[in-house]
């Protein structure tokens, strides 16, 4: 009979593992701005770590595969709005990560891991470099909006968005 081998003798652990380094919060909590505006952790900062620490589950293949369609002009089996509804730790902001990367990536995201796959599945040869806009509507208020003195003063999501 054959003997199972143990776990640490087929998968390397990530470093924080093996040098026992705890992890903070800001490793698992994650905030598409803080991302956007350089804050987050490095995990979550430099796409190529990103995407080698993400294990690409079949619903994020398929969101990412869409979007990359979406982006790339194809609109037969895809959509333009996706309903993001999970479970707090489901999976949510770490999937508009993967996409803003993607989105902002263009030609250098085929070198990132698994965007292969995301881009076979797509039925296209590479990612098509978008605009990318990052709203987080905890941040904004309608009644005062937001800009003023040399910017025009945004009061709608769109407005916002826009500028």
């Known amino acids: 009979m054959t003997?199972?081998?143990?776990?640490?003798e087929v998968v390397?652990?990530?470093e924080d593992l093996r040098e026992n380094r705890?992890?903070?919060a800001s490793e698992f909590a994650i905030h598409l701005?803080?991302?956007y505006f350089g804050r987050a952790h490095r995990d979550y900062v430099e796409p190529d770590r990103f995407f080698e620490r993400t294990?690409?589950?079949?619903s994020l293949l398929d969101l990412s595969s869409q979007v990359v369609r979406r982006m790339s002009g194809i609109q037969v089996e895809t959509s333009a709005v996706f309903?993001?509804?999970t479970q707090f730790g489901g999976g949510k902001s770490h999937s508009l990560a993967a996409l803003y990367h993607?989105?902002?990536?263009g030609e250098k995201a085929k070198a990132w891991k698994g965007v292969n796959r995301i881009l076979a599945k797509a039925g296209v040869a590479t990612v098509p470099e978008v605009a990318v806009a990052v709203f987080m509507g905890k941040e904004f208020d309608s009644l005062t909006g937001r800009g003023g003195g040399d910017e025009p003063v945004r009061?709608?999501?769109w407005g916002e968005i826009a500028w």
Not at 3 to 8: F, P, S
Not at 55 to 58: A, I, K, N, R, V
């Open 3 to 8: 003997k199972l081998k143990l776990w640490y």
């Open 12 to 14: 390397t652990p990530r």
């Open 22 to 24: 705890p992890l903070d």
């Open 33 to 35: 701005d803080h991302v």
């Open 55 to 58: 294990y690409l589950t079949e």
């Open 83 to 85: 309903n993001m509804a």
């Open 102 to 105: 993607l989105a902002r990536g």
């Open 155 to 157: 009061r709608t999501p």
